[in-house]
């Protein structure tokens, strides 16, 4: 493991900002901790950098014992929310700066920051001022500092937040590009589940200062091990039921078939918008409900529609849309809503 | 024509107008008791049309000398406030609630005294048989009294005292004014505490230390009461030269050629300390 947290406690006075975390991260992965604000995802990156010392825990970067190392003897590089680029440098100073804090010979820093400005595009950039860059321009030259002096981890901070979209998305494939090439293992940070989905080998859902679940982004999407990661990753209907001898009375839709481990008694299960079907191919799926819909959301390649559903609860479907085909169904509309048993996850009980 | 840019400017104008028009009665006051006597005074410099004033001031060494003193004792003085005030500040900068109320309440309660009960409260302090002179003798540390009134190191104690508040103020509110994070990232990237200062906290307060050390220095060199009453009339700044100039000989025009040469070299020294830290001041806007 090139990071292993274990058992990490932070309180702030009698509030407990991390309740007992354990993470491992293998080297050269690319792990996002996904969290709501206040989640304390931010707590988490700043102990593992050593601007935090837990008060009780362990952090360990490449096996070695840092919990009360200071940062600058981590070998972690970082890049903070609003980037942290010394205004009174040129960019080549900044990316030259942790290496002259490593005494590394004149030409060997000359060489390497001229490397991180080729790596960043941005060789034409060295001798200006942070503040004479745009905002995705300074973040790379944030990024090339954290990385010029092969930092044992790269730490992201939200590193995107005050970037508009269009920039962001490319920005979010070349970090994903660089830390490939580099072998870089690293921690992002985000409260954005679209990012963390499009950026990691493997998600950490925090909340309230715990770690609700690691996995693989198509693992947590589709089997989430708690409610709070089935309803913060994606859309999600939850519906209560009532689980009996291998199946479960839903209201709306009846009878759903469960698997036959699944012990009696109350249950809520996860079915995500898009597994709800509309039109003729209902009438083929086992479980169905008669419904009205609330209202319609255009998407361009989908349609979002809210609907009551006949016997109480409200739901979320997502349809997909092709030019052929006839326009979605809207507000006040009869349908008929179905999905097959095998869209269905149970989300444990905690 | 009206692009986005020109209307921009068009309605920053305006509310710059409208906050002038507040400043009004202000600049009306400053105007009538402040510019137009200091004009009228420098005025008198001239009076005639002979530069015979400037003349005696500049040729007979004596005037030379005392303004180039001035000079000195406020460049020391400068000198002194800020070494003593940078930790100062550094510390407030950093320090939590109850020590920055403590911290500012210390730094600000001179100034609900006048300077010049301050000043005689030195020369108690100070005298040959002050509080100083007598603890240090009791405990057998000196013989002879030390020589700290009447002379520059008494007029340098009273003067940095009465002027370190307005090193500290700017240091420390341009030490604010830097983003935490900052020497936090310095860290992280390696630097030890000292490193991390000396290239990064250090280059990033120097606008606050060029406006403190611009504020102490153009008040020292034109300051009056400390050092007339704490040099004891061995230590002689160009603003004792000037009163005695209006006081005793009753030698306006002489004296306003006087003012008029500290008005200069104010000035000068001004635009010199300006121009030093204009780098730096660009570099952390």
Same mark, same amino acid.
């Given at each position: ?11 702030? @006075?009698? =509030? ?8 491992? =991260? ?28 837990? /008060? ?92 010029? %002096? ?6 992201? /901070? ?5 970037? /508009? ?22 921690? %992002? ?26 996995? #693989? ?10 409610? #709070? ?109 179905? %999905? ?11 | ?32 008791? #402040? ?91 100070? @005298? ?88 102490? #220095? ?5 300051? %009056? ?20 100039? =209006? ?39």
């Amino acid at each position: 493991m090139q990071l292993s947290v274990q058992g990490i406690v932070r309180r702030f @006075g009698p =509030v407990a900002a991390l309740g007992g975390v354990d993470l491992d =991260v293998a080297e050269g992965e690319f792990l996002t901790i996904l969290g709501p604000s206040g989640s304390g995802k931010t707590t988490l990156l700043k102990t593992i950098a050593g601007f935090e010392i837990p /008060d009780e825990g362990t952090v360990l970067v490449g096996g070695e014992d840092v919990t009360l190392a200071p940062p600058r003897r981590r070998d972690v590089g970082m890049v903070f929310q609003n980037y942290a680029l010394f205004p009174h440098m040129t960019v080549a100073q900044n990316i030259a700066f942790p290496l002259e804090m490593r005494r590394r010979p004149r030409e060997e820093i000359t060489r390497r920051v001229e490397e991180a400005l080729r790596l960043v595009e941005l060789q034409a950039f060295g001798q200006r001022l942070p503040r004479q860059l745009s905002g995705g321009q300074q973040q790379r030259v944030a990024l090339a500092r954290a990385v010029v %002096f092969g930092p044992r981890l790269l730490l992201l /901070d939200e590193p995107f937040g005050a970037l /508009d979209r269009k920039l962001r998305e490319s920005l979010q494939l070349e970090v994903r590009r660089l830390q490939r090439n580099l072998r870089l293992t690293t921690i %992002f940070i985000t409260h954005d589940q679209e990012e963390a989905l499009i950026m990691s080998d493997r998600i950490a859902v925090m909340d309230k200062g715990r770690i609700e679940q690691v996995g #693989f982004p198509g693992d947590l999407y589709a089997r989430p091990a708690t409610r #709070f990661v089935a309803d913060f990753l994606g859309e999600s209907n939850l519906l209560e039921g009532t689980a009996k001898g291998g199946g479960a009375e839903l209201p709306g839709f009846g009878r759903v078939p469960l698997p036959s481990t699944q012990p009696d008694g109350p249950v809520t299960l996860l079915l995500r918008p898009e597994a709800l079907r509309l039109g003729e191919e209902v009438e083929a799926l086992p479980c169905r409900a008669r419904g009205t819909v609330i209202d319609t959301v255009f998407l361009g390649l989908s349609a979002k529609l809210r609907l009551r559903l006949e016997g109480g609860p409200v739901v979320l479907a997502r349809i997909p849309l092709r030019p052929s085909a006839p326009p979605p169904p809207a507000e006040g509309d009869s349908v008929t809503v179905g %999905f097959s048993a095998e869209d269905v996850h149970v989300v444990p009980r905690t | 024509m009206s692009s986005p840019g020109h209307n921009r400017e068009v309605i920053a104008r305006r509310r710059e107008r409208g906050l002038l028009l507040l400043a009004v009665p202000a600049l009306l006051l400053l105007g009538a008791i #402040f510019a137009w006597p200091v004009l009228r005074l420098l005025s008198m410099s001239v009076e005639g049309g002979t530069l015979a004033h400037f003349e005696k001031a500049a040729l007979d060494g004596l005037y030379v000398s005392v303004l180039l003193d001035s000079m000195k004792i406020a460049l020391m003085v400068m000198g002194i406030c800020l070494v003593l005030a940078y930790p100062v500040a550094l510390w407030l900068s950093r320090a939590g609630r109850v020590g920055l109320a403590l911290g500012m309440f210390a730094l600000l309660l001179p100034f609900w005294t006048s300077v010049l009960v301050r000043t005689y409260a030195w020369l108690v302090l100070l @005298g040959r048989n002050g509080v100083i002179n007598r603890t240090l003798r009791d405990w057998g540390w000196i013989e002879a009294p030390l020589p700290l009134l009447h002379n520059t190191a008494g007029v340098l104690i009273g003067m940095v005292h009465v002027l370190l508040p307005y090193m500290v103020l700017p240091i420390y509110a341009s030490l604010l004014r830097i983003d935490p994070d900052l020497p936090r990232a310095a860290e992280g990237l390696g630097a030890p505490a000292w490193r991390s200062f000396l290239r990064i906290t250090l280059p990033l307060s120097l606008p606050g230390v060029s406006a403190g050390c611009a504020l102490v #220095f153009v008040l020292s060199l034109g300051f %009056f009461i400390t050092p007339a009453l704490l040099g004891g009339g061995h230590v002689v700044m160009v603003s004792m030269l000037i009163e005695q100039q =209006v006081r005793e000989f009753l030698d306006w025009p002489f004296a306003a050629a006087l003012s008029t040469l500290l008005l200069l070299a104010t000035l000068a020294i001004y635009a010199l300390i300006g121009r030093l830290t204009r780098g730096a001041r660009l570099a952390t806007q």
